[in-house]
C-alpha cells in the first residue's frame, strides 16, 4: 500500500546553534533524547531536574551531563533555586518537561502529582516572569488533558480541560495555570508582550531508553528479556503511539515559531500520530513481539484496577497547517527503531551515536 503520509517541514537547525535553552526534566525520558537533540544543533542547554531515578536510565546512558552546558539537580517547587538557575543561563528559551507523568503513580500519590505538576508550573512561570532575556516558553502536558467522555472524536485544543485522575486532572491544572499565566503577565497589553508561551500536548510517547515503570514498551522488553508473558492491564485501550522524535520535532519547530512570530502562536497544540497508529495495547504487544521474534502473550492483572481512559485521539489539523509538522514514522518503524536500540544497548552499541543517528535518520524521512 502506499504510504500517502507528508513530510512536511525539518527542524531548522541553524535557528538552534548557538541558543540558550533552560530545560526542565533533563534526566528523564523525554528530556534526555531533547538535550542530546539540542547540543547535536549547537544549542546551549541548562538543564534543571531531580536525579535520574531509573536504572538504567537515559540520562546516563547518554552521558547528558557531560554534553549539556549546565545540569541542575533540584527540585522545580524550589523557587530561589530555580530563578537562580535560570538567571544563570540567561535563557531566551524554556522548556519546561519536568512532572510526576505516570497514571498509576499519580493514583496512589495525588499530592506529590498535583504539587510537582501544578504548583511546579506555576514555580516556573514565576520564574520566567522574572528573567529578562526569555522570548519563548513551552510547557509540555498531554492528550489526557482533556475531558474525555469517550465519545471517539479525536480532541481539538478547544476541546475542555478535565481528567478523571490525578495525573490526568493535574496536567489540565496546568494548561490552566499557563493559560492564566499568559493572560495576566505576558501579553501585550500587560506590557509583558515580550515572552511567547505555547503549551504542548502529546500521546503515548514510545522510544528507545525509557525505563520507567508501568510503561508499556519497558515492561514488555523487561517481559521479554526474562522469557516471562508482559503483564497488562488494559489490552483493548487505544492509545495514540508515537515514537519520542515525533512530538519532540512538534515542540521545536512551535519553539522556533514562537521565537520568530511571539503571541500568534502562543496557545496549546496537538502533537499525536497519524490516525493509523491509534491502536490497542495488545496489537502494540503484537508488532513488538514480531519484532523481538517473542510469542505475543500477556497475561492480565487481576487485581481492581484504577480507571483509565480507554479511547484517546487527538486532532493535530493545526500543527500541520500552521506548523507543517506531520508525523513522520508509523507504528512498525518506531517499533523497529526501538528494537535496534534496545538490541544494540544489550550488546554495549554507543548509544549517543545511535541516537543520534535515529534523530537524523527521522529528520531526513523522505516517503
Ligand atoms: N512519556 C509519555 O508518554 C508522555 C506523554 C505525554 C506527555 N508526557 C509529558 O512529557 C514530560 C516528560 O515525560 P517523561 O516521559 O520524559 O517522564 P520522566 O519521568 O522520564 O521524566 C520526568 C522528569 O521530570 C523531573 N521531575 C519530576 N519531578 C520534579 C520536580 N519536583 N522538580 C524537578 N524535576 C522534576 C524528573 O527528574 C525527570 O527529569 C512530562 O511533562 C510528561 O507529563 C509524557
Redesign the pocket.
Known amino acids: 500500500m502506499e504510504d500517502l503520509v507528508m513530510t512536511g517541514a525539518n527542524v531548522d537547525k541553524a535557528f538552534w546553534r548557538g541558543k540558550r535553552v533552560f530545560l ?8 534526555s533524547w531533547l538535550s542530546v537533540w539540542l547540543v547535536s544543533m549547537g544549542a546551549h542547554v541548562t538543564g ?6 531509573t536504572d538504567p536510565s537515559l540520562f546516563e546512558v547518554l552521558g547528558v551531563e557531560h554534553q549539556i552546558d549546565t545540569s541542575i539537580f ?4 524550589d523557587l530561589d533555586a530555580l530563578v537562580k538557575a535560570m538567571h544563570a543561563s540567561q535563557a531566551e528559551i524554556v522548556i519546561h ?5 505516570l497514571v498509576r503513580y499519580g493514583y496512589a500519590n495525588p499530592l506529590e502529582t498535583y504539587t ?1 505538576n501544578v504548583l ?1 508550573t506555576a514555580h516556573v512561570l514565576e520564574a520566567i516572569r522574572q528573567m529578562p532575556y526569555v522570548r519563548a516558553v513551552l510547557v ?4 489526557k488533558c482533556y475531558e474525555n467522555k469517550e465519545h471517539g472524536n479525536p480532541f481539538q485544543e478547544s476541546d475542555p480541560m478535565g481528567g478523571d485522575d490525578p495525573y490526568s486532572s493535574s ?1 489540565a491544572c496546568a494548561e490552566i495555570v499557563t493559560t492564566a499565566y499568559r493572560k495576566s503577565y505576558f501579553t501585550t497589553n500587560q506590557g509583558g508582550g515580550r515572552t511567547a508561551i505555547a503549551t504542548a500536548r ?4 514510545i522510544g528507545g531508553g ?1 525505563w ?1 515503570l508501568d510503561r508499556l514498551i519497558p515492561d514488555a522488553i523487561r517481559a521479554f528479556n526474562s522469557g516471562e508473558p508482559v503483564v497488562i492491564r488494559n489490552p483493548l485501550a487505544i492509545r495514540p503511539w508515537q515514537h519520542v522524535i515525533e512530538p519532540l520535532s512538534g515542540y521545536l519547530l512551535l519553539l522556533e515559531n514562537l521565537f520568530h512570530h511571539g503571541d500568534q502562536f502562543a496557545s496549546a497544540w496537538n502533537f499525536g500520530p497519524q490516525d493509523s497508529d491509534t491502536r490497542s495495547v495488545s496489537s502494540v504487544i503484537e508488532l513488538m513481539a514480531m519484532r523481538w521474534h517473542r510469542p505475543a502473550s500477556w497475561t492480565l492483572i487481576d487485581a481492581d484496577q484504577p480507571h483509565e481512559a480507554q479511547l484517546l485521539r487527538l486532532d493535530c489539523g493545526r500543527a500541520h497547517d500552521k506548523l507543517n509538522w506531520y508525523p513522520r514514522w508509523s507504528l512498525e518503524v518506531a517499533i523497529e527503531n526501538i528494537s535496534t536500540w534496545h538490541r544494540s544497548h544489550h550488546e554495549h552499541g554507543d548509544m549517543l551515536a545511535l541516537s543520534l543517528a535515529q534523530i537524523a535518520q527521522h529528520q531526513s524521512h523522505t516517503h
Open positions: 526542565t526534566g533533563h534526566t528523564g525520558f523525554k528530556g534543571f531536574s531531580l536525579a535520574p531515578n533540584g527540585n522545580i517547587n518537561m519536568a512532572a510526576q507523568p510537582t511546579g509540555v502536558t498531554t492528550d496536567k502529546a500521546g503515548n510517547v525509557d520507567s
